[in-house]
């Protein structure tokens, strides 16, 4: 008997939680009337329902600009080959334009070897000339050496013969080239085209191993080797800094920068200046690279501060694929630009390892 009502104990257990579970949405309902007072179905429906998915939030849409490339090699400065024009005279410094022709050059030297005086002979007749519709070629028959004051952002003191830079010659010129392969094959592929060897000089070789080179009227180098006079002795890298100062820069097919000596070779190319304020647009346009082991960053603004009112362009068209771009970038190191920055990359043929389509680190970019 004992056991029979047990066993009723627990059906009548088992009874009360099936009836629980299934009165559970009345007594739901009648503690929240009791909460909230009298509400409608509706009411109620709303508030028991289960939470849906939430929906996003409506993102506005952001304004963007097309990409505009860099001027290109075929946009600006000599566009015919020099082969047939210093076929007599591969050893020679040479200065021609596209106002003379044949073997009519605007300045000649011979050596084995040159460096600061002839590059300055040539650039002061460049100057003197003053001719803003010629587009000039200074061909380096050997290797090429050059330091201060020519790839200085402006010689100090009186201009002469002996104490000018390439950044003098702003408004006097269309352009300039430099090539170092007599055979100056225009459709030349992003590899070293066994030129010769421009070199510039670092400020120090063992505690300041920057050199740079200031632009004064858009420059395009075509068919050269491009390094430091830095050795591997000091076990340091050097670094070139190229500053276009808003005049279109184009490092095209055949330029190379090359170990100097051994010593890796940092090589930045800015679009602006270093610290100067620029109301102008700049171009940076990239087709050959260098060699491995070599680092190399674009920069379509400033290096350290200054402002730069207008648009700012870099296009990597080609690389040689053995080196590595450390920093891409539309915008500038450190400054502020007033316009659109554009950065287009149009090969795969290389490592990069930063990417930034406006600025970097401290710089800022806004539109005019």
């Known amino acids: 008997m004992k056991n029979y009502k047990i066993l009723i104990f627990h059906k009548i257990v088992s009874l009360f939680f099936v009836l629980l579970i299934l009165l559970a949405p009345a007594l739901e309902s009648t503690v929240l009337i009791r909460m909230f007072g009298s509400v409608n ?4 429906v709303s508030a028991v329902a289960l939470p849906t998915t939430p929906v996003p939030p409506t993102r506005p849409n952001l304004s963007t600009n097309t990409v505009t490339d860099a001027l290109s090699p075929t946009q600006f400065g000599y566009q015919a ?51 803003p519709n010629a587009n000039y070629v200074i061909y380096l ?19 002469s013969s002996s104490n000018i830079s390439f950044a003098d ?11 170092s392969d007599f055979n100056d094959n225009v459709n030349s592929t992003a ?31 075509r068919n050269v080797n491009v390094g430091t006079n830095m050795s591997d002795t000091f076990l340091v890298p050097s670094w070139l800094k190229i500053y276009a100062q808003g005049s279109p820069f184009a490092f095209s097919n055949g330029a190379y920068i090359w170990n100097s000596n051994g010593a890796v070779v940092n090589a930045m190319v800015y679009g602006g200046s ?62 502020t630009i007033k316009g659109n920055t554009s950065l287009n990359i149009k090969t795969n043929n290389t490592y990069i390892k930063r990417i930034f389509g406006g600025g970097v680190g401290l710089s800022t970019a806004t539109d005019l």
């Open 191 to 221: 590899s070293n085209q066994n030129g010769k060897k421009l070199i510039f000089a670092v400020f120090n070789p063992v505690n300041n191993t920057v050199a740079q080179w200031f632009l004064g009227v858009p420059t395009i180098l």
């Open 141 to 159: 028959g050997q290797d090429t050496t050059i330091g201060s004051p020519v790839d200085d952002n402006g010689a100090v003191g009186t201009l």
């Open 169 to 179: 010659l702003n408004g006097r010129a269309k352009s300039i080239t430099i090539v």
């Open 41 to 44: 179905k509706d009411e109620l």
């Open 274 to 335: 270093d610290t100067r304020d620029l109301i102008t647009d700049t171009s940076v346009w990239i087709g050959s690279s260098g060699q491995v082991g070599n680092n190399f960053s674009v920069f379509g603004g400033n290096e350290k501060s200054g402002t730069i009112t207008g648009n700012t362009r870099v296009t990597i068209a080609n690389t040689t694929g053995t080196d590595t771009f450390q920093t891409m970038s539309g915008g500038s190191l450190a400054g």
């Open 81 to 131: 080959s020099i082969a047939s024009r210093v076929v007599n005279n591969k050893s020679d410094f040479l200065l021609m334009s596209d106002q003379n022709s044949g073997a009519t050059f605007d300045y000649q030297k011979q050596g084995s070897s040159f460096g600061n005086t002839e590059m300055m002979f040539a650039l002061w007749t460049i100057y003197t000339k003053n001719n």
